[in-house]
Nanobody, 114 residues
Framework: QVQLVENGGGLVQPGGSLRLSCAAS????????MAWYRQAPGKQRELVAA???????DYTDSVKGRFTISRDNAKNTVNLQMSSLKPEDTAVYYC????????WGQGTQVTVSS
């Protein structure tokens, strides 16, 4: 069973940057489309960014130009570089498969506030 562990969240001021990392316990994630999701209080979980096994990326409109998803297959990790953060980016961020889902990790809290 693949386990996913997210880290890198924190409190940041508007306009700041954070880098999230997701470590997977199995190498199968290296050939799967992976994604970052987020869930804000009182809202449904939403897809933020996705990356295919071949490295093609896609983003929800609200983060285009600000977030970059990447993967390091040697380390079984999927990363999310976030810049120009806005208060509306505040949420718990999770990684998981884009289409094939594994048990959700605990997520990492991102809070954007002055």
């Amino acid at each position: 069973q693949v386990q996913l562990v997210e880290n890198g969240g924190g409190l940041v001021q508007p306009g700041g940057s954070l880098r999230l990392s997701c470590a997977a316990s199995g190498s199968i994630v290296n050939i799967l489309a992976m994604a970052w999701y987020r869930q804000a209080p009182g809202k449904q979980r939403e897809l933020v960014a996705a990356i295919t096994g071949g490295g093609n990326t896609d983003y929800t409109d609200s983060v285009k130009g600000r977030f970059t998803i990447s993967r390091d297959n040697a380390k079984n990790t999927v990363n999310l570089q976030m810049s120009s953060l806005k208060p509306e980016d505040t949420a718990v961020y999770y990684c998981n498969g884009r289409f094939r889902r594994f048990p959700w990790g605990q997520g990492t809290q991102v809070t954007v506030s002055s």
